[in-house]
């Protein structure tokens, strides 16, 4: 819910706009009164002292500096002329271009006064090539076509210098809400984004142009932003505050091993028997009641050796070592949640209709996903009465819904409202979306999660976190975000600890509980 302003800056930054409500939310305050003008001088003061505080200082820039701001025609360039003129009052030397020759009113009379004070105006863009940071205020979220011509030229340019550049909103040429590269778009070091969060800076497209990322909040009345998203917003970003609510934790303190829910593990095959044992250290991390793991009969003493807490199952095997069926023994209603996929291989089709057939909570990855694509799977999902979370990365994705197009966020939403599933899409900012439309993004991760294993991994912490929030009846939204977000922290801080190389899926694992004991 929105209603509660404080603490504000926790509230702020589990929401994320679109241009257009970015636009209603502005015009709400302007037709209250609040002069543009004066939004403006506010905003880009407040640029300004962050731009001391973070960049300035890191990069050891001295009053005398030499700063280039490149000025385009909206209100984008308005904010760059006023950071422009007070970094001219503050001993920088600024230099401007503006390379299209026209202004909006208001960034019209910036200008004037910026030539009046005698900052000096470049002919070309070339001349920016002394200078030791450019400020980006090409243009924001108004920009409504592909940068071409010129324009794209002067873009490249920039980025070829591989100068400290910092985008005023939003880096010049990508899509405020999917995120796309418009033509071309700068590539900046830091972009400070104004007011609320853009949906671009939580699509995986726009990454590599954003560089460091940061709020300004400049004091949107809380009624405005609720008045346009509504009281329950239907895009969150998930946040640590988000996870401290959402954790089974603390645990009641008279309880039981299955009423801290029971988990299932269908994973593994001789082929791929690693897949099993991950799944089943991401599960241990999330501290479910009980495990219990199938696997082909002939990984049972290793899996008994690396996880001697599971209660570990035996199947029938294929000729090829994959599980051939479950035991008849397996109750499958039992079990708090079921997690299926990594390892399995794909030739266990009749397993995996097996499992869809439950009315037990499952997560379905990897080859599990694989043979879901072969199975229509809009069709099999729709059929399930109970939970289905669908674990896919961008590949996996696409071959389970290969009719879907569009951006990551758009894409996802649409595929969980169509197969009536719950859609976790992997990536750098991964995307959970739920039926009823809403979407739970994962604002930060690391590139370290690029390797091997490190599903396997989140679907174990997935399914146990999911079986621990059916015992406990915890909202299963916040449940699902919380693993996704956790099972990201765990590979930040293990690569802060031993370098983006140094995060090998079982690594990983274990850092699932140093990172919980972060927060
Ligand atoms: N959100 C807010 O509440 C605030 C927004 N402000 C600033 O205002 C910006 C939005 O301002 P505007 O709506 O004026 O839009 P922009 O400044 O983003 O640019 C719009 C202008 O660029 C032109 N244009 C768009 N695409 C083009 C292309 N590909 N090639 C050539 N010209 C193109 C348009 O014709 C228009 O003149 C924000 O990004 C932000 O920087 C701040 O000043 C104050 C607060
Ligand atoms: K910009």
């Known amino acids: 819910m929105l209603v ?9 930054h589990q929401i994320a706009v679109s241009a257009t409500q970015m636009r209603e939310i502005e015009d709400r305050l302007f037709d209250s009164g609040m002069p543009v003008a004066a939004l403006m001088e506010k905003v880009a003061l407040l640029i300004v002292r962050r731009l001391k505080e973070q960049i300035l200082t890191q990069f050891a820039f001295k009053s005398g500096a030499k700063i280039g701001v490149l000025v385009g025609p909206g209100n984008n360039g308005g904010d760059a002329l006023v950071v422009a003129r007070e970094l001219h ?4 030397d600024l230099c401007l271009y503006h390379p299209l020759n026209q202004f909006k009113e208001l960034p019209q009379q910036h200008f004037n006064y910026a030539r009046a004070l005698g900052i000096a105006e470049l002919e070309s863009v070339e001349a920016f090539s002394e200078c030791d940071l450019i400020i980006d205020g090409l243009f ?11 324009l794209a030229q002067l873009v490249e340019t920039l980025n070829d210098w591989e100068k400290p550049i910092v985008s005023i909103d939003i880096p010049s040429g990508i899509h405020t809400d999917t995120g796309e590269v418009l033509g071309t778009a700068i590539r900046a070091t830091h972009t400070f984004c104004l007011g609320l969060w853009k949906l671009a800076f939580l699509q995986d497209a726009a990454l590599a142009h954003i560089g460091k990322a940061e709020l300004i909040d400049f004091d949107i009345p809380w009624a405005d932003i609720e008045a346009v998203l509504g009281k329950h917003p239907r895009l969150h970003r998930v946040t640590a505050a988000t996870v401290k609510a959402n954790l089974p934790l603390p645990r009641p303190p008279v309880t039981h091993k299955y009423r801290e829910g029971h988990l299932l593990v269908v994973c593994g095959s001789r082929k791929y028997a690693g897949g099993a044992i991950l799944t089943g250290l991401g599960a241990r991390g999330s501290g479910v009641g009980m495990l219990s ?19 570990t199952i035996g199947c029938p095997e294929t000729a090829e070592g994959a599980i051939a069926q479950l035991p008849k023994r397996v109750q499958l209603e039992s079990y708090n949640a079921i997690a299926l996929g990594p390892g399995l291989t794909p030739e266990v089709p009749s397993l995996v209709e097996t499992l869809l057939d439950t009315e037990t909570p499952l997560v ?6 694989n043979i879901l694509a072969q199975l229509n799977p809009i069709a099999a999902l729709a059929k399930r009465r109970a939970i289905s979370v669908l674990t896919p990365h961008a590949g996996e994705f696409k071959r389970l819904f290969p009719e879907i197009k569009g951006d990551r966020l758009s894409a996802v939403t649409t595929a969980a409202q169509q197969s009536n599933a719950i859609i976790l899409l992997k990536g750098s900012r991964t995307a959970i979306a739920h039926p009823n439309g809403s979407v739970w993004v994962i604002p930060e991760s ?3 999660l690029a390797r091997g294993g490190s599903g396997d991994v989140l679907t174990g912490l997935l399914g146990g976190l999911l079986a621990q929030a059916q015992t406990r009846e915890l909202p299963l939204e916040n449940t699902l975000a919380t693993a996704a977000w956790w099972h990201a922290q765990a590979g930040i801080l293990a690569a802060q600890e031993r370098t983006e190389l140094g995060v090998d899926a079982y690594t990983l694992s274990q850092y699932l509980i140093p990172a919980l004991c972060k927060l």
């Open 4 to 12: 509660d302003p404080t603490p504000r800056y926790q509230h702020l």
């Open 89 to 92: 009052f503050q001993g920088y």
């Open 140 to 150: 924001g979220f108004g920009l409504e076509r592909e940068i071409s011509g010129n």
């Open 293 to 311: 793991i199938a696997v082909p009969e002939s990984l049972k003493p290793m899996v008994v050796a690396q996880l001697p807490e599971a209660l």
């Open 364 to 369: 379905i990855d990897a080859d599990g996903l």
């Open 446 to 448: 690391t590139p370290a």
